[in-house]
């Protein structure tokens, strides 16, 4: 039997959270409203909940085969997926290849500089606060997260950075940078959740370095959809190789 929706439990920014008749599950419905800086700019952007989901989906897809661990379950509908409940560390995950965003305002860097190594952040999300960025030292004297599990976590978001960079250089697209969130099942095993979508990655096209997600958005760049549409299809032509 498909699974339904039941209460609405939670709204995001971009997706709704729903119980499902069973208590280990969850599904969630990608919207097409869209925010940047903190929610002070929006719109709605044709078919891109549409897009984040089915990107998502391939994405932890992808992911689950190279064996790191995913709430995704199964696609529903074009905008909704069952996914695993889970507690969710109220962090956000940053991983920075090349400069751009708020690293570059941040430490003065020129756009599209490539980092020696890979940089990682913790933001702790709280938008009140505007999603301050933290260290490991912070989430520990706020019990945010535990030590073991921030060494999980960072393993995790570095394994996976390797594991996309390489999945989208083979489709011409540069992972400039995204944001990963994790949480908790309920034997305590640390599993990714949200969304991985041109929402929260920055793509590049590594030929012409034409922007192909969120900062067509928040740059008014224009045509955000038909930038995500082409993400959707070259992950779909790697997919049916
Ligand atoms: P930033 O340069 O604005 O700090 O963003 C870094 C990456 O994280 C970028 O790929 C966009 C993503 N991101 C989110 O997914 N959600 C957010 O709220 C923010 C601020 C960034
Ligand atoms: N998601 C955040 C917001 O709504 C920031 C961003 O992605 O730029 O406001």
Redesign the pocket.
């Known amino acids: 039997m498909t699974p339904t929706k039941q209460a609405p439990l939670y709204e995001g920014k971009a997706k709704k959270v729903y119980a499902t008749k069973d208590s280990q599950s969850y599904i969630v419905s990608y919207k097409d409203d869209a925010t940047a800086f903190?929610g002070l700019k929006k719109d709605t952007i044709k078919k891109k909940g549409e897009l984040n989901n089915r990107i998502t989906n391939l994405l932890m897809q992808m992911l689950h085969k190279h064996a790191i661990p995913t709430h995704f379950i199964q696609e529903l509908s074009p905008t909704d997926s069952l996914v695993k409940k889970l507690t969710m560390f109220p962090l956000?995950v940053?991983v920075?290849n090349f400069a751009?965003?708020?690293?570059t305002k941040r430490l003065g860097i020129k756009e599209g500089e490539k980092f020696e190594r890979p940089i990682l952040e913790f933001?702790y999300k709280n938008d009140a606060l505007g999603?301050p960025m933290i260290n490991t030292d912070h989430i520990l004297a706020l019990k945010l997260a535990q030590a073991e599990e921030i060494d999980a976590i960072s393993s995790y978001a570095l394994q996976i950075n390797t594991l996309l960079s390489d999945y989208f250089a083979s489709m011409g697209i540069l992972l400039?940078?995204?944001?990963l969130e994790f949480g908790k099942d309920e034997e305590g095993k640390i599993i990714l959740g949200d969304e991985i979508s041109p929402?929260?990655?920055?793509f590049w096209d590594a030929q012409t370095k034409q922007k192909l997600?969120?900062d067509r958005f928040r740059e008014d760049l224009g045509d955000v959809s038909e930038a995500y549409e082409i993400v959707l299809q070259k992950i779909l032509a790697k997919e049916s190789k």
């Open positions: 903190n956000e940053i920075r751009a965003g708020s690293i933001c999603d400039v940078d995204f944001k929402d929260t990655c920055r997600d969120k």
